[in-house]
Nanobody
Framework: QVQLVESGGGLVQAGGSLRLSCAAS????????MGWFRQAPGKEREFVVA????????FYADSVKGRFTVSRDNAKNTVYLQMNSLKPEDTAVYYC??????????????????????WGQGTQVTVSS
């Protein structure tokens, strides 16, 4: 299994930016599709974005499309989430996620929590109005 540690969360004003990082352990990181989810207080954990193991394909939730950008550096075992034009409704704990199985050609399974094989511990993002 891949072990994940997020960093980069914090408090930012609406319209501001943050970049989250997710450092993975294990030599097999580069073979897994990766994703980001978030969970606001009192709400279910929701999908934000997924990126293929090659980095060539991405899929975004409509709520963040055009504002968030996911990327990965397989040489550094790290996936990033650049968040721009942040809104108060983006406030949540953000979780890094690795798919259950390696070398999956589709990102579809990683759009649901049931498709996740490993979770990070989460990092808090708070956007003030």
């Amino acid at each position: 299994q891949v072990q994940l540690v997020e960093s980069g969360g914090g408090l930012v004003q609406a319209g501001g930016s943050l970049r989250l990082s997710c450092a993975a352990s294990g030599r097999t990181f580069s073979s897994y599709n990766m994703g980001w989810f978030r969970q606001a207080p009192g709400k279910e954990r929701e999908f934000v974005v997924a990126i293929s193991w090659t980095g060539s394909t991405t899929f975004y939730a409509d709520s963040v499309k055009g504002r968030f950008t996911v990327s990965r550096d397989n040489a550094k075992n790290t996936v990033y989430l650049q968040m721009n034009s942040l809104k108060p409704e983006d406030t949540a704990v953000y979780y890094c996620a690795a798919a259950k199985f390696p070398y999956n050609s589709s990102l579809r399974n990683l759009r649901e929590v049931t498709g996740v094989g490993s979770w990070g511990q989460g990092t808090q993002v708070t956007v003030s109005s």
